[in-house]
């Protein structure tokens, strides 16, 4: 072989080794389609990537399971299903003749969190959880037409997930332990201060729907999108400070709401997106709990019972322990 070739032939077998520069990713990562301005990963592909038999799609409806996991996903349809949990998606899947198109950034801000969370929850630091009860002093938050008020239903469960956790080893802190003002900023701030490397908020809902009920967790869109609640509403700006955790806290938005619905059994609102505040300037994987609905007379009357705040709570504890789990066999595996 002359110098050149010989050379040649060297790149090649890096290349060939290591993958060309830069396509580290690719096989990380499912191969994606382009159609039109926008990037896609067709059904087949992710079936591929995922080691989920091929399956075709029956009546709008899409199915992907192994013996690990379970993707359903629904043609035109920003509503998915992963492990049983409602998951909404960015974007809808669209479907083109015999195969579907899932948006690349659903499949790796969504999907992939949840079918690979080892890959999204790195970097924990001390370990600091930073628990957020909702409201406070002259911010009732909601009332339900019993007189239930947020901002006691709120303190009253992030008291017991922190006991919960602290039984467990953990470090937690609370942005406030009694009935007192406490600003969005200064909740940032708190957690900013204290390192936090968890934020979760604990919330209950309100509607003027009186039949709106079940639980949901609040994540913040990827940058560039609206959120789930509202499309009209300007998408994310790409400078918010939480997006930096995308993967993450995807993870635990999953996780948490996975928990609440195996505890308690109430109806699945999902894993939204909204920029709220405390979101949006998170500086660690951030969510926001909305425990259920004090505005429906069924749910306010649950809410009401100690038995099922602390179900609620033990919930809410388990999914951030999974969490913390996945994270230390992370960093576990990392090491070694
Ligand atoms: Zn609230």
């Given amino acids: 072989m002359t110098t050149l070739n010989r050379s040649l032939f060297g790149i090649a077998l890096l290349a060939f080794l290591f993958g060309w ?11 994606t389609t382009v159609v039109g301005e926008r990037t896609f990963v067709t059904h087949n592909h992710l079936a591929r990537h995922y080691d989920f038999p091929r399956s075709r799609p029956d009546e709008g409806v899409l199915v992907l399971q192994n013996d690990r996991h379970r993707l359903v996903l629904a043609s035109d349809s920003r509503r998915a299903e992963l492990n049983g949990v409602t998951v909404w998606l960015h974007e809808p899947v669209l479907e083109e003749g015999r195969r579907w198109l899932i948006p690349e950034n659903d499949v790796r801000r969504v999907i992939d969190p949840v079918l690979r969370p080892e ?12 628990l957020d009860p909702g409201h406070g002093g002259r911010d009732e938050g909601g009332r339900g037409a019993m007189g239930t008020l947020e901002k006691e239903m709120t303190l009253i469960v992030s008291l017991r997930v922190a006991e919960r956790l602290r039984d467990a080893g953990q470090r937690v802190y609370l942005t406030r332990e009694d009935d007192r003002d406490v600003s969005l900023a200064e909740r940032v701030a708190q957690a900013t201060e204290l390192e936090a490397d968890l934020f979760v908020s604990i919330h209950f809902n309100t509607s003027a729907n009186r039949d709106a009920r079940g639980a949901e967790t609040f994540v913040l869109p990827a940058a560039g999108y609206a959120s789930t609640a509202n499309v009209e509403q300007a998408p994310n ?6 997006n930096a955790y995308d993967g993450a ?13 195996n505890a308690t059994g109430t109806e699945d609102r999902g894993v939204r997106r909204a920029r709220f505040h405390v979101l949006r300037e998170a500086v660690s994987p951030a969510v926001l709990v909305e425990c259920g609905f004090l505005t429906n007379p069924r749910e306010e009357r649950k809410i009401h019972r100690a038995e099922y705040r602390e179900q609620l709570a033990r919930a809410i504890a388990d999914g951030i322990l999974e969490y913390l789990g996945t994270a230390l066999r992370t960093q576990l595996d990392d090491a070694l």
């Fill in 21 to 31: 520069p830069g396509s580290r990713e690719s096989r990380d990562f499912p191969r």
């Fill in 119 to 130: 890959r999204h929850v790195h970097e924990l630091g001390r370990r600091v959880v930073l």
């Fill in 237 to 242: 700006p790409p400078t918010a400070s939480g």
């Fill in 249 to 261: 806290n995807m993870v635990l938005g999953y996780l948490i709401q996975k928990h609440l619905l």
